[in-house]
């Protein structure tokens, strides 16, 4: 028997995922800031022998074809035909969530249960709701939830399989307009009788859709009437808003809104606790988003981060170094064939292994992120750099796939999908690789920690520092001569400040660590192969006729203008497999990491930290923003950066001579 399908839609950061994962028993990121599920992802949970699959959709706050999730969304619940939609709906702010309720009520969906989450939060505030009343109000089933807490779960169970079953009847209330507005409604689904559209989608949707210009809706209609048709009826539209003075799309949003405000006195009353006083969030804002002591918390926060990654992830790396370093010194003599043994020894424990030693460092990055993210800080720091980063030609939303990028590029590459205008997406998408992520936090925090013994997390924070401005400025090139275009609004939520759920924290930190010990046993482990074998053949290295060698001294003229030579070249290139490559190159090189010391000057080992953040993304981030954008907005990145990482490391290498540092 065919599964029955569950979608779960709701306003972004109302707790979707967090149900999705009660009900599935499975651990999606959840997150405390908005857009955190980007793509629908799916699960299957069992309830009286029943089987459902449940889709999680992105977050959205209204169905418009604004932006990729919300068409995303959309679409799912015009054309998925789900059996039963859950709609999740904060109860902290309920008037703001029940216009997306509306929206999918106009869309003619009939199987919605209203799942609203966060009445605890909502009691602390001082908003009390009645399900019963408000189930009666809507016209659907209502079921009260603390998901966080797992309160509700199983009621939620009940409810989907008695709906998907057919034994609840609905009757979703929709909202009236103004009987000019309506007259209009009417005008429109006249036009659209009797054809074929009329059997696939809810006229009156489309009619307002419509209203709405909504681009989507209307090549949809355009297809089934022709354009003469389509024209008729945004004339009438055009005609209809000059008698108003304004915008359709305008008097239909303020009318659903006054709609939801009456419908809510139904059901909705405030308690003597909330309303007075101000809460702990109001508070802390008041510090966290100031226009100046906001910036100062910013800094403290991550230099907290940066020292907090360092001081406890170096010394746990150099053990874990040592630890890969006698294992394969343990294992060599249990190897009689030399050739195995090298490839064993130096190419895969050598290679992995160093760059496995990381994972300390990479673990404590993301569980600092997934802090901030969960406590809901990350959200105020897109509002405080709002102002900044439209200096340089992007939204301050902007700012979360750039600190995604800290950690891994792929996924922030991905996360700019919440941005909604398409030209924001490229921008943010092509400067995103200037971040660096956290395989390039152990190249910078290799070279840092042997040439800079002393003040090593300064050093590195320095190369930050570069790569960020780096970033902004090429957005800004970008922005103001490639593609060229209109600002976009900025809206943002403000989530409550939330103690984190150290469980969700810390799985949250393993799961995106673990693609860096997958990555470690995959693309890095053909990589230490491939170098170990270019290293090794037709001649051991050290002859000058290895491959790796000759590839090296092709490149090396070049490399001279930065002060580097032709290992450093041979690194660079096995480092676009992924970059941790570079470090576990010299490994490779040299048999450990640490005789690095010996063939490099302090000031050389800078530039190459510079230049391996900057030269080119790795190839799982091309990929990624190819499947993003398209391939020429991939090559032109990568052609970019090779370019800026020259200029950059020539820059560094002559300044350094000059100031007489080498
Ligand atoms: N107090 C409280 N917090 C909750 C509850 N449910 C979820 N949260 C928190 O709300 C935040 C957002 O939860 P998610 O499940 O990621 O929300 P989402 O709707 O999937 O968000 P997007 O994917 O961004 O659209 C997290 O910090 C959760 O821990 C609840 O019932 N009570
Ligand atoms: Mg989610």
């Known amino acids: 028997m065919a599964m029955?399908?569950?979608?779960?839609?709701?306003?972004p950061n109302v707790g979707k995922t967090t149900i999705f994962n009660d009900l599935?028993?499975?651990?999606?990121?959840?997150?405390?800031?908005?857009?955190?599920?980007?793509?629908?992802?799916?699960?299957?949970?069992?309830?009286k022998g029943e089987k459902f699959l449940v889709v999680d959709l992105p977050g959205t706050y209204s169905l418009t074809a604004h932006s990729i999730d919300e068409l995303v969304a959309r679409n799912f619940l015009l054309n998925g035909n789900p059996d039963v939609v859950v709609n999740v709906v904060d109860a902290t702010a309920p008037l703001r969530n029940l216009l997306l309720t509306m929206e999918i009520f106009e869309m003619g969906l009939k199987n919605v249960i209203i799942?609203?989450?966060?009445?605890?939060?909502?009691?602390?505030?001082?908003i009390r709701i009645d399900p019963v009343k408000m189930s009666k109000a809507l016209g659907v089933p209502v079921v009260a939830m603390s998901a966080k807490e797992g309160i509700g779960v199983k009621e939620l169970k009940e409810e989907i399989y008695e709906m998907a079953n057919g034994t609840i009847k609905t009757n979703p209330v929709v909202p009236r307009y103004d009987p000019e507005v309506e007259r209009e409604i009417e005008h429109i689904i006249g036009c659209l009788k009797d054809t074929e559209l009329e059997k696939r989608y809810p006229l009156r949707w489309l009619a307002i859709k419509l209203l709405q210009r909504d681009d989507e809706v209307m090549k949809?209609?355009?297809?089934?009437?022709?354009?003469?048709?389509l024209k008729e009826?945004?004339?009438?539209?055009?005609?209809?808003?000059?008698?108003?003075?304004?915008?359709?799309?305008?008097?239909?949003?303020?009318q659903k809104y006054e709609f939801i405000d009456r419908l809510t006195?139904?059901?909705?009353?405030?308690?003597?606790?909330?309303?007075?006083?101000?809460?702990?969030?109001?508070?802390?804002?008041?510090?966290?988003?100031h226009p100046v002591y906001g910036f100062i918390a910013l800094a403290i926060v991550f230099y907290g981060v940066f020292?907090?990654?360092?001081?406890?992830?170096?010394?746990?790396?150099?053990?874990?170094?040592?630890?890969?370093?006698?294992?394969?010194?343990?294992l060599a003599p249990h190897i009689a064939n030399e050739t195995l043994r090298g490839l064993v020894v130096d190419g895969i424990i050598g290679g992995v292994g160093s760059v496995l030693s990381f994972f300390p460092l990479v673990f404590l990055l993301f569980f600092a992120l997934s802090i901030l993210e969960d406590v809901g800080y990350m959200a105020r720091v897109a509002v405080l750099m709002e102002g900044i980063m439209r200096k340089f030609g992007l939204p301050g939303k902007a700012?979360?796939?750039?600190?995604l990028g800290l950690g891994c590029n792929v996924p922030a590459v991905m996360s700019t999908r919440t941005l909604e205008d398409e030209r924001d997406r490229l921008v943010a998408m092509f400067v995103n690789p200037f971040i660096p992520c956290s395989a390039r936090l152990s190249v910078i925090s290799f070279l840092a920690g042997t040439f800079f013994s002393s003040n090593h997390a300064l050093v590195a924070l320095s190369v930050y520092l570069i790569a960020i401005a780096v970033a902004l400025l090429s957005a800004w090139l970008v922005s103001h001569f490639v593609v060229k275009g209109e600002e976009s609004p900025f809206v943002i939520e403000l989530p409550e400040y939330l103690i984190p759920s150290w469980k969700t924290v810390i799985i949250h930190s393993w799961e995106r660590s673990k693609e860096f010990v997958k990555k470690a046993g995959t693309v890095i482990l053909l990589g230490a192969i491939l170098i170990w074998y270019l290293s090794n053949y037709p001649v051991p290295i050290g002859s000058g006729k290895s491959y790796a060698e000759r590839l090296g001294h092709f490149f090396e003229p070049y490399m001279r203008l930065m002060g580097l030579d032709w290992k450093a070249a041979v690194s660079l290139l096995f480092g676009i497999i992924a970059k941790e490559n570079v470090i576990s190159t010299y490994g490779v090189i040299y048999g450990t990491t640490e005789a690095i010391k010996i063939a490099m000057t302090a000031l050389q080992a800078y530039v190459l930290a510079v230049v391996t953040t900057l030269y080119i993304p790795c190839i799982a981030t091309i990929g990624a923003i190819r499947a993003e954008s398209n391939w020429k907005w991939a090559l032109f990145t990568t052609i970019y950066m090779i370019a800026v990482a020259s200029i950059v490391g020539i820059l560094i290498w002559h300044a350094g001579i000059a100031l007489g540092l080498s």
Request: aromatic letters at 10%; a negative charge.
């Open 4 to 11: 029955k399908v569950v979608a779960l839609a709701g306003n």
């Open 24 to 47: 599935t028993g499975m651990r999606q990121h959840v997150g405390n800031w908005p857009g955190v599920t980007v793509e629908k992802k799916e699960g299957v949970f069992e309830y």
């Open 115 to 126: 799942a609203l989450n966060k009445i605890d939060l909502a009691e602390k505030k001082g």
């Open 220 to 229: 949809l209609v355009l297809r089934h009437i022709g354009e003469e048709n």
């Open 233 to 254: 009826i945004m004339t009438h539209i055009g005609e209809a808003e000059a008698r108003y003075g304004r915008a359709m799309d305008l008097i239909i949003a303020s």
């Open 265 to 289: 006195h139904e059901f909705m009353s405030y308690t003597a606790t909330g309303g007075g006083g101000e809460s702990l969030t109001d508070q802390l804002d008041k510090i966290l988003i």
């Open 307 to 330: 020292k907090f990654v360092f001081a406890l992830g170096l010394p746990l790396q150099e053990w874990l170094g040592d630890l890969f370093d006698s294992f394969g010194q343990w």
């Open 399 to 403: 700012v979360i796939p750039l600190i």
